[in-house]
Protein backbone atom coordinates (compact mmCIF):
# COMPACT_ATOMS: atom_id res chain seq x y z
CA UNK A 1 0.00 0.00 0.00
CA UNK A 2 2.59 2.17 0.91
CA UNK A 3 4.40 1.44 -2.55
CA UNK A 4 1.61 2.39 -4.67
CA UNK A 5 1.34 6.01 -2.31
CA UNK A 6 4.59 6.49 -3.54
CA UNK A 7 4.24 5.62 -7.12
CA UNK A 8 1.34 7.86 -6.99
CA UNK A 9 2.70 10.70 -5.77
CA UNK A 10 6.05 10.42 -7.65
CA UNK A 11 3.31 10.57 -10.72
CA UNK A 12 1.70 13.45 -9.17
CA UNK A 13 5.07 15.17 -8.78
CA UNK A 14 6.42 14.58 -12.07
CA UNK A 15 2.86 16.12 -13.71
CA UNK A 16 3.48 19.10 -11.42
CA UNK A 17 7.07 19.66 -12.58
CA UNK A 18 5.67 18.99 -16.40
CA UNK A 19 3.08 21.81 -15.19
CA UNK A 20 5.80 24.44 -13.74
CA UNK A 21 7.91 24.20 -17.42
CA UNK A 22 4.72 24.31 -19.09
CA UNK A 23 5.07 21.17 -21.36
CA UNK A 24 2.24 19.08 -22.36
CA UNK A 25 1.62 16.12 -20.25
CA UNK A 26 1.72 13.87 -23.20
CA UNK A 27 5.13 13.93 -25.22
CA UNK A 28 3.66 14.19 -28.28
CA UNK A 29 6.94 14.19 -30.23
CA UNK A 30 8.17 11.39 -28.16
CA UNK A 31 5.24 9.45 -29.40
CA UNK A 32 5.44 10.75 -33.34
CA UNK A 33 9.49 10.11 -33.00
CA UNK A 34 8.61 6.65 -31.30
CA UNK A 35 5.94 5.62 -34.12
CA UNK A 36 8.25 6.56 -37.31
CA UNK A 37 11.48 4.74 -35.26
CA UNK A 38 8.90 1.89 -35.30
CA UNK A 39 7.81 1.74 -38.68
CA UNK A 40 11.80 1.93 -40.02
CA UNK A 41 11.83 -0.75 -38.04
CA UNK A 42 9.16 -2.90 -38.80
CA UNK A 43 10.25 -1.70 -42.77
CA UNK A 44 14.03 -2.92 -42.65
CA UNK A 45 12.27 -6.42 -41.09
CA UNK A 46 10.74 -6.88 -43.73
CA UNK A 47 13.80 -6.58 -45.96
CA UNK A 48 15.88 -8.60 -43.66
CA UNK A 49 15.07 -12.16 -44.79
CA UNK A 50 16.07 -10.69 -48.77
CA UNK A 51 19.47 -9.08 -47.37
CA UNK A 52 19.95 -12.21 -45.45
CA UNK A 53 19.96 -14.22 -48.64
CA UNK A 54 22.08 -11.58 -50.34
CA UNK A 55 24.76 -11.83 -47.74
CA UNK A 56 24.76 -15.35 -47.79
CA UNK A 57 25.12 -15.88 -51.76
CA UNK A 58 28.64 -13.65 -51.67
CA UNK A 59 31.62 -16.03 -50.59
CA UNK A 60 34.62 -14.13 -48.76
CA UNK A 61 37.93 -14.95 -48.83
CA UNK A 62 39.86 -12.63 -46.53
CA UNK A 63 43.54 -13.14 -46.28
CA UNK A 64 45.67 -13.64 -42.88
CA UNK A 65 47.56 -10.29 -43.84
CA UNK A 66 44.52 -8.22 -43.36
CA UNK A 67 41.75 -9.10 -40.67
CA UNK A 68 38.51 -9.03 -41.76
CA UNK A 69 36.83 -6.56 -39.29
CA UNK A 70 39.27 -3.75 -40.46
CA UNK A 71 38.02 -3.45 -44.09
CA UNK A 72 34.51 -2.93 -46.15
CA UNK A 73 32.67 -5.51 -47.18
CA UNK A 74 33.41 -3.93 -50.68
CA UNK A 75 37.27 -4.47 -50.08
CA UNK A 76 37.02 -7.32 -48.97
CA UNK A 77 34.68 -8.89 -52.13
CA UNK A 78 37.07 -7.11 -54.36
CA UNK A 79 40.27 -8.42 -52.74
CA UNK A 80 39.16 -11.96 -52.14
CA UNK A 81 37.96 -11.97 -55.96
CA UNK A 82 41.72 -10.77 -57.31
CA UNK A 83 43.65 -13.32 -54.80
CA UNK A 84 41.33 -15.82 -56.38
CA UNK A 85 41.72 -15.51 -59.78
CA UNK A 86 45.50 -13.84 -59.99
CA UNK A 87 47.64 -14.18 -63.17
CA UNK A 88 44.58 -15.09 -65.08
CA UNK A 89 42.80 -11.91 -63.69
CA UNK A 90 45.25 -9.81 -64.53
CA UNK A 91 45.90 -11.19 -68.39
CA UNK A 92 41.94 -11.39 -69.02
CA UNK A 93 41.80 -7.35 -67.02
CA UNK A 94 45.13 -6.34 -69.75
CA UNK A 95 43.35 -8.68 -72.62
CA UNK A 96 39.97 -6.18 -72.14
CA UNK A 97 41.91 -2.95 -71.78
CA UNK A 98 44.51 -3.31 -74.35
CA UNK A 99 43.48 -6.09 -76.27
CA UNK A 100 45.91 -5.47 -79.40
CA UNK A 101 48.93 -5.17 -77.91
CA UNK A 102 48.52 -8.02 -75.23
CA UNK A 103 47.83 -10.14 -77.91
CA UNK A 104 50.67 -9.42 -79.78
CA UNK A 105 53.14 -9.37 -76.70
CA UNK A 106 51.19 -12.95 -76.43
CA UNK A 107 52.41 -14.40 -79.82
CA UNK A 108 56.04 -12.73 -79.65
CA UNK A 109 56.27 -14.34 -76.63
CA UNK A 110 55.44 -17.82 -77.64
CA UNK A 111 57.04 -17.24 -80.99
CA UNK A 112 60.51 -16.78 -78.86
CA UNK A 113 59.68 -19.65 -76.99
CA UNK A 114 58.94 -21.71 -79.97
CA UNK A 115 62.32 -20.66 -81.96
CA UNK A 116 64.38 -21.22 -78.78
CA UNK A 117 62.73 -24.79 -78.37
CA UNK A 118 63.60 -25.46 -82.22
CA UNK A 119 67.03 -24.78 -81.80
CA UNK A 120 67.95 -26.58 -78.85
CA UNK A 121 66.13 -29.82 -80.33
CA UNK A 122 68.70 -29.11 -83.68
CA UNK A 123 71.86 -27.52 -82.12
CA UNK A 124 74.29 -29.77 -81.08
CA UNK A 125 75.02 -27.52 -78.00
CA UNK A 126 73.61 -24.01 -76.49
CA UNK A 127 76.54 -22.14 -77.44
CA UNK A 128 75.57 -21.97 -81.28
CA UNK A 129 71.81 -20.90 -80.61
CA UNK A 130 71.24 -17.92 -82.97
CA UNK A 131 69.97 -14.86 -80.55
CA UNK A 132 69.36 -12.73 -83.43
CA UNK A 133 66.96 -15.60 -84.71
CA UNK A 134 64.83 -15.55 -81.72
CA UNK A 135 64.59 -11.84 -81.85
CA UNK A 136 63.72 -11.87 -85.19
CA UNK A 137 60.97 -14.48 -84.24
CA UNK A 138 59.67 -12.40 -81.56
CA UNK A 139 59.75 -9.17 -83.58
CA UNK A 140 57.21 -11.36 -86.71
CA UNK A 141 55.14 -12.47 -83.42
CA UNK A 142 54.46 -8.90 -82.12
CA UNK A 143 54.69 -6.83 -85.25
CA UNK A 144 52.84 -9.19 -87.69
CA UNK A 145 51.39 -12.28 -86.52
CA UNK A 146 49.71 -10.39 -82.83
CA UNK A 147 47.74 -7.85 -84.63
CA UNK A 148 46.97 -9.89 -87.67
CA UNK A 149 45.21 -13.01 -85.49
CA UNK A 150 43.37 -9.80 -83.37
CA UNK A 151 41.96 -8.48 -86.57
CA UNK A 152 41.02 -11.80 -88.38
CA UNK A 153 39.39 -13.50 -85.87
CA UNK A 154 37.03 -10.11 -84.65
CA UNK A 155 36.38 -10.16 -88.59
CA UNK A 156 35.21 -13.94 -88.79
CA UNK A 157 32.57 -13.22 -85.10
CA UNK A 158 31.35 -9.97 -87.39
CA UNK A 159 30.46 -12.22 -90.69
CA UNK A 160 30.02 -15.10 -89.21
CA UNK A 161 28.77 -14.69 -85.77
CA UNK A 162 27.27 -17.97 -85.20
CA UNK A 163 28.88 -21.29 -83.30
CA UNK A 164 26.87 -24.06 -84.99
CA UNK A 165 29.02 -26.96 -86.69
CA UNK A 166 28.41 -25.40 -90.23
CA UNK A 167 29.31 -22.05 -89.85
CA UNK A 168 32.77 -23.31 -87.84
CA UNK A 169 33.24 -25.29 -90.98
CA UNK A 170 33.12 -22.26 -93.12
CA UNK A 171 35.60 -20.34 -90.78
CA UNK A 172 37.97 -23.18 -91.03
CA UNK A 173 37.90 -23.46 -94.37
CA UNK A 174 38.81 -19.55 -95.03
CA UNK A 175 41.38 -19.80 -92.30
CA UNK A 176 42.73 -22.97 -94.17
CA UNK A 177 42.23 -20.83 -97.89
CA UNK A 178 42.70 -17.19 -97.33
CA UNK A 179 44.50 -16.61 -93.86
CA UNK A 180 46.73 -19.51 -93.71
CA UNK A 181 48.71 -19.44 -96.99
CA UNK A 182 48.70 -15.55 -96.83
CA UNK A 183 50.40 -15.22 -93.05
CA UNK A 184 52.78 -18.20 -94.08
CA UNK A 185 54.37 -16.85 -97.30
CA UNK A 186 54.41 -13.27 -94.96
CA UNK A 187 56.36 -15.03 -92.36
CA UNK A 188 59.05 -16.80 -95.28
CA UNK A 189 59.18 -13.69 -97.12
CA UNK A 190 59.88 -11.68 -93.71
CA UNK A 191 62.22 -14.09 -92.42
CA UNK A 192 64.29 -14.87 -95.73
CA UNK A 193 64.29 -10.60 -96.39
CA UNK A 194 65.91 -10.66 -92.91
CA UNK A 195 68.69 -12.97 -93.89
CA UNK A 196 69.68 -10.70 -96.92
CA UNK A 197 68.07 -12.94 -99.63
CA UNK A 198 66.74 -10.72 -102.39
CA UNK A 199 63.66 -11.19 -104.34
CA UNK A 200 64.12 -13.68 -106.74
CA UNK A 201 65.73 -15.73 -103.88
CA UNK A 202 62.74 -15.34 -101.45
CA UNK A 203 60.31 -16.27 -104.46
CA UNK A 204 62.83 -19.39 -105.08
CA UNK A 205 61.98 -20.05 -101.48
CA UNK A 206 58.16 -19.80 -101.64
CA UNK A 207 58.60 -21.90 -104.70
CA UNK A 208 60.19 -24.80 -102.71
CA UNK A 209 58.78 -23.99 -99.32
CA UNK A 210 55.52 -22.89 -99.13
CA UNK A 211 52.94 -25.36 -100.80
CA UNK A 212 55.12 -28.46 -98.75
CA UNK A 213 54.41 -26.50 -95.10
CA UNK A 214 50.74 -26.19 -96.20
CA UNK A 215 50.17 -29.73 -96.83
CA UNK A 216 51.84 -30.39 -94.03
CA UNK A 217 49.56 -27.61 -91.84
CA UNK A 218 46.57 -29.79 -93.04
CA UNK A 219 47.39 -32.64 -91.03
CA UNK A 220 47.34 -30.19 -87.88
CA UNK A 221 45.37 -26.95 -87.91
CA UNK A 222 41.98 -27.99 -89.15
CA UNK A 223 41.72 -29.63 -85.69
CA UNK A 224 42.92 -27.03 -84.08
CA UNK A 225 40.73 -23.90 -85.60
CA UNK A 226 37.67 -25.94 -84.97
CA UNK A 227 38.35 -25.96 -81.05
CA UNK A 228 39.25 -22.68 -81.58
CA UNK A 229 36.20 -21.34 -83.57
CA UNK A 230 33.42 -23.79 -81.65
CA UNK A 231 34.51 -23.59 -78.35
CA UNK A 232 36.73 -20.68 -77.63
CA UNK A 233 35.46 -16.70 -77.23
CA UNK A 234 36.51 -14.38 -79.82
CA UNK A 235 38.63 -12.72 -77.23
CA UNK A 236 40.81 -15.26 -76.43
CA UNK A 237 40.91 -16.87 -79.98
CA UNK A 238 44.00 -15.99 -80.64
CA UNK A 239 45.96 -16.77 -77.56
CA UNK A 240 44.59 -20.43 -78.60
CA UNK A 241 45.69 -19.92 -81.80
CA UNK A 242 49.03 -19.15 -80.55
CA UNK A 243 49.07 -21.62 -78.18
CA UNK A 244 48.75 -24.40 -81.06
CA UNK A 245 51.17 -22.38 -82.84
CA UNK A 246 53.98 -23.56 -80.90
CA UNK A 247 54.43 -26.58 -81.73
CA UNK A 248 53.69 -25.40 -85.23
CA UNK A 249 56.18 -22.91 -85.02
CA UNK A 250 58.96 -25.32 -83.92
CA UNK A 251 58.65 -26.79 -87.47
CA UNK A 252 57.90 -23.53 -89.34
CA UNK A 253 61.21 -21.90 -88.04
CA UNK A 254 63.34 -24.85 -89.03
CA UNK A 255 61.73 -24.88 -92.92
CA UNK A 256 62.77 -21.13 -92.69
CA UNK A 257 66.65 -21.80 -91.60
CA UNK A 258 66.91 -24.31 -94.38
CA UNK A 259 69.49 -22.66 -96.86
CA UNK A 260 68.21 -20.47 -99.59
CA UNK A 261 67.64 -21.48 -102.67
CA UNK A 262 69.30 -20.04 -105.78
CA UNK A 263 67.38 -17.48 -108.13
CA UNK A 264 68.94 -19.11 -111.26
Request: aromatic content about 14%; proline content about 5%; overall charge positive.
Amino acid sequence: MGSKCKSIKHLSDRCLHRRSEKQPLLDVNFYIEHFVTNQQWRSNYSRFPQRLSKIRDVKVYPSSNFPSHSLPFSTLQKYSTESKIGFLGWYLGKLESYPLITKSITSSLIYAAADLTSQIITSPSFSSIDSIRTLRMAAYGMLILGPSQHFWFNYMSKILPKRDTLTTLKKLFMGQAVYGPSITAVFFSYNASLQGESGGEITARLKRDLLPTLATGLLYWPICDFITYKFVPVHLQPLVNSSCAYIWTIYLTYMASLKKVSSD
